[in-house]
């Protein structure tokens, strides 16, 4: 079965420090990736999938499938990061995600 | 356009109360899902459908229902609420052939 892994529930650093929210996953096919984002009292949006290898928001992440990994990572984290980050897996059929439990950034000045 | 849109943005039920939620998307997108947000668990897949008159059940479906009878709506029905119902109900949809997933604002539900 397809899951997906967030270790940290809530991860707290100061303005400027670099970031990197974890993620792994298990799947036995070749894998479609996203970063979610739910700002605070704001709908999920999608911050990043891994075939785009886009920056947005200074963020970027890069499928090891080596780790079974998509790390979430930001060199400088900035107090508007501050949110919940959702890793998610695309589901076989591309009409639904399974999520991880979601990681908390905490981005103080 | 609005996109997705839920109603009632906020519910209280008493346990063995039933009600709908409402779902609405102006995209014309074949996909919709109704996913639930708890603290410490994520979302988790409720039912899903790929068109009208075709859906199919998620991670946690027991105590839903859905239909389908338009592209644009898709109604989750809790036939007797429990306060394990208790949640934030989060509609989505995504175009086929498309990766993004867009969501509604939520629905939060509390059973008592």
């Known amino acids: 079965a397809q899951r997906v892994t967030q270790p940290e529930k809530l991860l707290s650093v100061f303005k400027g420090a670099p970031v990197e929210l974890k993620c792994n996953y298990s799947?036995?096919?070749?894998?479609?990736l996203f970063w979610y984002v739910q700002y605070s009292r704001q709908r999920l949006q999608l911050l990043l999938r891994?075939?785009s290898r886009e920056s947005i928001k200074g963020f970027t992440a890069d499928l090891n499938k080596g780790e079974t990994s998509f790390h979430l990572k930001k060199p400088f984290a900035q107090e508007e990061d501050s949110a919940m980050y959702y890793c998610?897996?695309?589901?076989?059929?591309?009409?639904?995600?399974?999520f991880g439990k979601g990681t908390m950034l905490l981005v103080s000045p | 356009n609005a996109g997705v849109t839920q109603t009632p943005k906020f519910q209280v039920l008493k346990t063995g109360q039933s009600m709908t939620l409402q779902c609405a998307q102006d995209m014309n997108h074949e996909y919709m899902s109704w996913y639930r947000q708890d603290p410490g668990m994520g979302l988790r897949l409720i039912h899903y459908s790929v068109g009208a008159g075709i859906t199919d059940q998620g991670e946690v479906p027991n105590g839903y229902n859905v239909s389908r009878s338009t592209t644009e709506d898709f109604p989750l029905r809790l036939l007797s609420a429990a306060p394990s119902q208790t949640s934030v109900y989060f509609c989505?949809?995504?175009?086929?052939?498309?990766?993004?997933?867009?969501f509604g604002p939520g629905t939060r539900l509390t059973v008592t």
């Open positions: 891994h075939i």
């Open positions: 998610a897996l695309q589901n076989s059929g591309y009409s639904t995600l399974t």
């Open positions: 799947y036995s096919g070749s894998p479609e």
């Open positions: 989505a949809s995504s175009s086929q052939g498309r990766y993004e997933q867009y």
